[in-house]
């Protein structure tokens, strides 16, 4: 199961990205209803709708497991809907938008001569990475089926897919007013993860038992059952060797979104940082930082790092096998 849907359409080229074109275009994305955005290859990316409302971002003290940044709990209310990707963007939906599949993009990535700021000093990703310019990306690399989501994608590489993406749509008369695509919010990723849920996790209390967590086996691939029935190359995982999984095998949250815990890190848009407490509006979090947000945990985390309130930092320009998005189709901020 997957939701890399069929799309009946030509092939449309248009600021280096190959996007699905047909003689009747698709009405563009209508408040309260889910949307499928269509890419070249008769590939959509499909997003549902996630309401407004209010919810307590990050986790009390009584969580074992909670960590001080996700302290002190802050009551969020997001004061317009918006969309965002049922599954993690895959290698079949990057290579549809860019050309790239994912041993392209890394080959792309360890050919970069652009020096950074990383690490406390200027260098390239590659260096950062501790890669050579002539490495061999298989060498590098897990699955690369299309059905799986992509990494070796850094938060730079997604922002400048995103403004294409706007560029392409609003052309087309298909991007609503006031919305854009992009990264979704670190507080939008949580309340769109949650579900409502007021729990550790969306399917209830992570409780453990020995190193696996029962809740987390239906619902996400972390480090403990990541390596179950793991095939081909991957990457060592609690002594065996697991990877990123397909997209959607596991059971989705209340919302109809799958892997929003587990499989790969998801970049969110915000710049790291405290969390505010008592009552924010439409969060965006901090003007500056250093590092960027992302959430819900890897098929290499432990248990603790599947939780909704979870949070991590990397550099923008970092691109690694643990990372990947979650496409959002959000408010303008």
Known sequence: MHYLRTFLAGSLILSGIAWGAT?????QPTIGVNWSLPFADRTTVDLAWIPPGTFTMGSPESDRMSKADERPQTQVTLTHGFWIGKTIFTIGQWKAATGLDVRGQLSKMLHDDTLFDLGGKKQTVRDFMRFAKDDDPGLRLAGEDENLPMYFVSWNDVKELCAKLNDRERAAGRLPAGYEYNLPTEAQFEYACRAGSTEATYAGPLVMSGRDAPVLDKIAWYGW????????????????????RAVAQKEPNA????????NIWQWCRDWYGPLPGGSVTDPTG??????????????????GSERCACRA???????????????????VQ
């Open 286 to 303: 901090p003007a500056t930082g250093t590092n960027r947000v992302n959430r819900g945990g890897s098929f290499g985390s432990g248990a």
């Open 313 to 331: 930092q990397n550099p923008p320009a970092e691109a690694s096998a643990y990372r990947g998005f979650r496409l959002a189709l959000c408010p």
């Open 225 to 244: 059952n990541s390596p179950d029935g793991y095939v081909g190359k991957g990457f060592a995982v609690s002594g065996r060797t697991g990877g990123p």
């Open 23 to 27: 003689s009747t275009q698709p009405s």
């Open 255 to 262: 919302w109809g979104l799958y892997d929003s815990l587990g």
